[in-house]
């Protein structure tokens, strides 16, 4: 039977983990200046921004993401903000429609998939930008690479290249991504299939579809 793998660092029930990433600190402060908000993009931006300064949590913040949402929340910050969809552009649209009048800090990874700076400066909106993190490649031997069949999880576009840096692509696997972002990275011959939410449980939620459909042919 074929099986489901999660790229993800956190692991999921039914899921066979194949964490493609690795984190690390690139700041040892964090520039607040005149920002009054902040936006994170992701759960490990918030776990960066509490390693490096617990203060962030004095800021009010954006959050996109259940699951950045939920890190913020949990750590004792504020969310005043939280689109439930996310896909680059949209994000900066909803900037300048609610946020224009505000002095944004935005916490970032070193690698991002959509320049929100560069879109929000030709409409006249300077948003601030801090990398606190980068990811690299987890490196794995080449028997370690996932079944024909299989359906594989990807939660970010660094998940694609680091998993096609290690193993490749072959023709009879099945693609799960969290969002259209991350799909644009995938090759264009991979069947792929959207989760419902940009969450990772939905992800799963839509491999265990996918997989049954695919067992009842």
Known sequence: MAKIYLLSPTPREGTEPLPMIEFSLTANTIEFGESDTLMFTSKQAV?????????????????????????????????????????????????????????????RPKEVSFDSKTYLQKVGIALQEQIIYETACRKYARQMKPEEGSIIIFTSPSTIRCFLKNFGWDSSYKAVVIGEATKAHLPSEAETYVADRPLIDACVEKAREVLLASNSK
């Open 47 to 107: 776990k960066s921004a509490e390693a490096i300064d617990p203060s962030w949590k004095k800021y009010p913040t954006v959050a996109i993401g259940g699951a950045t949402k939920a890190q913020i929340e949990a750590l004792g910050g504020r969310v005043i903000y939280h689109p439930e969809y996310f896909y680059g552009k949209s994000l900066a649209e909803d900037i300048v429609r609610f946020f224009s009048d505000r002095k944004l800090l935005y916490l």
